[in-house]
Every structure is written in structure tokens, then in C-alpha cells.
T-cell receptor, first 111, second 112 residues
Framework: DQQVKQNSPSLSVQEGRISILNCDYTNSMFDYFLWYKKYPAEGPTFLISISSIKDKNEDGRFTVFLNKSAKHLSLHIVPSQPGDSAVYFCAASGGAQKLVFGQGTRLTINP | NAGVTQTPKFQVLKTGQSMTLQCAQDMNHNSMYWYRQDPGMGLRLIYYSASEGTTDKGEVPNGYNVSRLNKREFSLRLESAAPSQTSVYFC???????????FGSGTRLTVV
């Protein structure tokens, strides 16, 4: 039972354009959502988060949008840069602080 | 540098062998976690420790045991390794949800 789903295993975007990564969840008790970025041979690193009381959070080139009614969140990266090429994991938690992760999306930024 | 340190980085085991993966954090975090990463499966929680002296099962605990030795250290033990335990293992720690988790760099384990 996959509570957090990233249905796109991979995404290819041209440098300078917008990258949009999507994530769906099924558990309505989730109230906090995060995105992590992972380079090969390294651990995931925290990128950006959003509480369920908000529908948008921005940090520089990164914006996370939350649609609670659709149980959907997305990460927008604009403009995309070569260093953004990585695997991105969506994660969610519901009060107990334990995070449930999605399967990950491999983002490739092409020059 | 502050963070989460995992040892070893790589390990090859024969089926039936045992080993312990070590994890230590120097951020004074209360909570620590062990995840495994498999292709197409994302990161799945094996065990976690909300605070020193407590441990709880996660999503995929079978075949593993853990010890929260003190506030800094949280080890993961495979008593009798199986090929299905071939994976990349990540340890993480956290304090406040707003900060997310801090992950170690991982242990790549192969069981043959």
C-alpha cells in the first residue's frame, strides 16, 4: 500500500526551463510534506517543506504547491540548472514525525 | 563536519552471515531512523527510535534488529543475511519536523 506515490520515474528538462515534479498521497492524516534531493552515492538532503495549513511555499528557485482536496503536491524549479540533475523524493508525515517517502523521480537537466 | 556518519560504506556478505551497520550523529537529535532504498520502491522505514531508550518497528522490520546505544548512536543488525536484504541503507536523525531529516551517506550492502 503505497501511501505516497511519484508516478513519473524520470523527467528530462532543458536548462533554463521549468521543471515540475509531482507527488500524490492517499493518507488524509498527513499534515506535513517535504521534498528531498539525492545525488549518486550521497544521502538525501532536505530541499523544501510545506505544512497542510498552506498551499504554497517558496525558497529561491524552488516552490512547492499543495492541493489538499486532490491530495497532490508538486515541486517547481525555475529556472532549471544542470546542478539540479538528481533524484527527487517526496515525503509526508502525520504527527508522529516518521516520514513516508515516494519512489523518487530522476530529473535530468539537458544543456 | 556536523552530521550523520555511517559505517561501513560498502559490504559484501554471504547468505547467513551477520553484520551490524553503525550510525552516529553529532547534532544532539532525539530521533533516529533506518531506511532502505531499493529501485522503484523509494525509501522504506525499517526501524526508528523516537528518543534514547526507545525503538519501534517501521514498514519493513523483518530480518533486522536495532539498538539505540545512547543518544548519538543507533545500530542496525542483520542476524542472518539474505539476498533480499541487498540494498542501500540510510540512517537519519531529526529534531524538529520543519528541519526534516539529516541523512548519512549510506551503506551499500550486497548479500550473495
Amino acid at each position: 500500500d503505497q501511501q505516497v506515490k511519484q508516478n513519473s520515474p524520470s523527467l528530462s528538462v532543458q536548462e533554463g526551463r521549468i521543471s515540475i515534479l509531482n507527488c500524490d498521497y492517499t493518507n488524509s492524516m498527513f499534515d506535513y510534506f517535504l521534498w528531498y534531493k539525492k545525488y549518486p552515492a550521497e544521502g538525501p538532503t532536505f530541499l523544501i517543506s510545506i505544512s497542510s495549513i498552506k498551499d504554497k511555499n517558496e525558497d529561491g528557485r524552488f516552490t512547492v504547491f499543495l492541493n489538499k482536496s486532490a491530495k497532490h503536491l508538486s515541486l517547481h524549479i525555475v529556472p532549471s540548472q544542470p546542478g539540479d540533475s538528481a533524484v527527487y523524493f517526496c515525503a509526508a508525515s502525520g504527527g508522529a514525525q516518521k516520514l513516508v517517502f515516494g519512489q523518487g523521480t530522476r530529473l535530468t537537466i539537458n544543456p | 563536519n556536523a552530521g550523520v556518519t555511517q559505517t561501513p560504506k560498502f559490504q559484501v556478505l554471504k547468505t547467513g552471515q551477520s553484520m551490524t551497520l553503525q550510525c552516529a550523529q553529532d547534532m544532539n537529535h532525539n530521533s533516529m531512523y533506518w531506511y532502505r532504498q531499493d529501485p522503484g520502491m523509494g525509501l522504506r522505514l525499517i526501524y526508528y527510535s523516537a528518543s534514547e531508550g526507545t525503538t519501534d518497528k517501521g514498514e519493513v522490520p523483518n530480518g533486522y534488529n536495532v539498538s539505540r546505544l545512547n543518544k548519538r548512536e543507533f545500530s542496525l543488525r542483520l542476524e542472518s543475511a539474505a539476498p533480499s536484504q541487498t540494498s542501500v541503507y540510510f540512517c537519519a536523525s531529526s529534531e524538529l519536523r520543519v528541519d526534516g531529516y539529516t541523512f548519512g551517506s549510506g551503506t551499500r550492502l550486497t548479500v550473495v
